[in-house]
């Protein structure tokens, strides 16, 4: 096969270990991109291409986590991952642990590691790579990255995610939340949520956002029945999606802009946390986003004519 033939069957494999240690879809295509370019640019052809590429892509992305954890650090309000609807590499033999690591929850304790830690979870846990390619990937030796898998997966453990393991019920619940929504029905959002629930939104300052984080059911239920239905007011729609493996939904303005994606955890039967990405630059590679704030102005201009 050509260069381009080559790197384009590894394509999906790439971006799937850019974004699981970068968080971040645009962040995790300029990874791929800049992959691409050196590979293109090198006079020789390596023995195992995918060893190549892997290690490539996985060096870069290191590197640009250690410049992203510096403006993370400035974030304005809680950061949660770019939202991805659909992960373009699959491995029937791995699918559990694909899924698993795609989700927000994995995704945001993954930050608590170090780039190197995250780096060489993510090969070896996540995808399988042996020890030896894992070594060449991170420039480390193979104890050394053993030492870091160690590490990784202690933190890992201890803060592990858990979610219901019935697909089909996880998206039966999430179906019943939105329309509990649209309804403004406190009485059935709350019977659907964990007594400790969380909603918490990421708008990075870009975006209206909740100041901080809103626990326990009734309060989550009564925010989310006063709030949403007069989004629907104002024309807002919105309509299931699975978002990073987990059941949620994608929210639009009248004018069909993305306005917010919603994403739940379900375990036991019940929701145990819903995260709102709002932050517009978060957003934007799933199409044209809305002004959230416009939005904002409207709902409040619609109380006060009709509240």
């Not at 979610?163 to 029905?185: C, K, V, Y």
Request: with cysteine.
């Amino acid at each position: 096969m050509s260069k381009v033939e080559d790197f384009e069957e590894l394509r999906p494999l790439l971006f799937s270990i850019a974004y699981r240690i970068l968080g971040s879809v645009s962040e995790a295509e300029d990874a791929v991109q800049e992959t691409w370019l050196r590979f293109d640019g090198s006079a020789t052809r390596p023995t195992s291409t995918k060893a190549y590429l892997s290690a490539a892509v996985t060096r870069i992305s290191i590197d640009v986590l250690r410049s992203a954890r510096v403006r993370r650090e400035s974030y304005v309000g809680p950061w949660f991952p770019e939202p991805l609807l659909a992960d373009p590499y699959e491995d029937p033999a791995r699918s559990a642990e694909l899924a698993d690591s795609l989700s927000m929850a994995a995704l945001l304790l993954l930050e608590r590691l170090s780039p190197l830690e995250r780096a060489v979870f993510v090969l070896r846990e996540v995808f399988d790579f042996g020890f030896d390619d894992v070594a060449v990937a991170v420039g480390r030796s193979e104890a050394a990255c053993r030492q870091l898998l160690v590490r990784a997966r202690r933190h890992m453990a201890a803060g592990r995610p858990r979610f219901e393991a019935d697909r089909q019920e996880r998206q039966r619940l999430a179906t019943r939340f939105l329309d509990a929504l649209r309804n403004g029905d406190v009485g059935s959002l709350q019977s659907l949520l964990a007594a400790d629930v969380q909603l918490v939104g990421d708008g990075g300052g870009k975006s209206p956002q909740l100041a901080k984080a809103v626990s326990g059911a009734e309060n989550v239920a009564r925010l989310l029945g006063t709030v949403f239905p007069w989004l629907v007011r104002i024309g807002v729609t919105f309509e299931p999606q699975e978002v990073n493996g987990q059941p949620g939904a994608i929210f639009r303005h009248r004018d069909g802009k993305i306005l917010q994606v919603l994403v739940l955890d379900v375990l036991d039967g019940r929701i145990q946390t819903i995260r709102g990405v709002i932050n517009p630059e978060k957003l934007d590679h799933l199409g044209p986003v809305a002004d959230a704030w416009a939005a904002d102005r409207e709902v409040k201009q619609a109380r006060r004519e009709w509240g």
